[in-house]
């Protein structure tokens, strides 16, 4: 998304510009965008609808160490798009509610894909910082399904 057309969201949605700043890239305080040729592990997620109706990221939980640069392999197994968003929480509840008033936002940013039934693909990232952050899906309704998780990254 272009960065005028996010700012216009944010604003009606009653977020401040420095929300905006904040959400910059190059100083996220989940990390950064990786280089594949970098990465010392791949961990494979798959995102789906359950049958008794909650919807979930397979693993939910992970451990990685500070520097560490990860390939997340993520495969949409359900019937239903999703995405995964990685970031830290206040970060992931803001988006959130971005998202519950503009559900056709989409997300071009590198710590987020979306997929489409059926659909894989990848999201390369070094976590810089340890610390807990979330993994989300924040198609509306989703996380509040139970579409989401942790990721604790420890010190090295
Ligand atoms: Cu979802």
């Known amino acids: 998304m272009m960065k005028t057309a996010l700012t216009a969201l944010l604003l009606a949605a009653g977020f401040s510009t420095s929300a905006l700043a904040d959400a910059g890239h190059g100083a996220m305080a989940v990390g950064e ?25 397979t693993p939910s939980t992970f451990k990685v160490r ?4 990860i390939v997340f ?9 999703h995405e995964f968003v990685l ?26 894909i979306r997929l ?9 990232w070094k976590f810089t910082n340890d610390g807990v952050f979330k993994i989300a899906c924040l198609v509306p309704g989703h996380y509040d399904a139970g579409m989401h998780g942790d990721i604790t990254v420890a010190k090295k």
Not at 73 to 81: C, R
Not at 88 to 110: G, I, L, Q, R, T
Not at 116 to 124: F, I, L
């Open 33 to 57: 965008p990786g280089k594949k040729a970098e990465a010392t592990q791949t961990i494979r997620v798959t995102m789906k609808e359950t049958d008794d109706g909650k919807m979930i990221f």
């Open 66 to 69: 500070k520097g560490q640069t």
């Open 73 to 81: 392999a993520i495969k949409n197994s359900g019937e239903l798009d």
């Open 87 to 112: 970031d830290e929480e206040k970060e992931v509840m803001k988006h959130k509610a971005v998202m519950e008033k503009f559900p056709e936002m989409e997300h071009e940013d590198p710590n987020a």
């Open 116 to 124: 489409a039934p059926g659909k894989a693909g990848e999201v390369v």
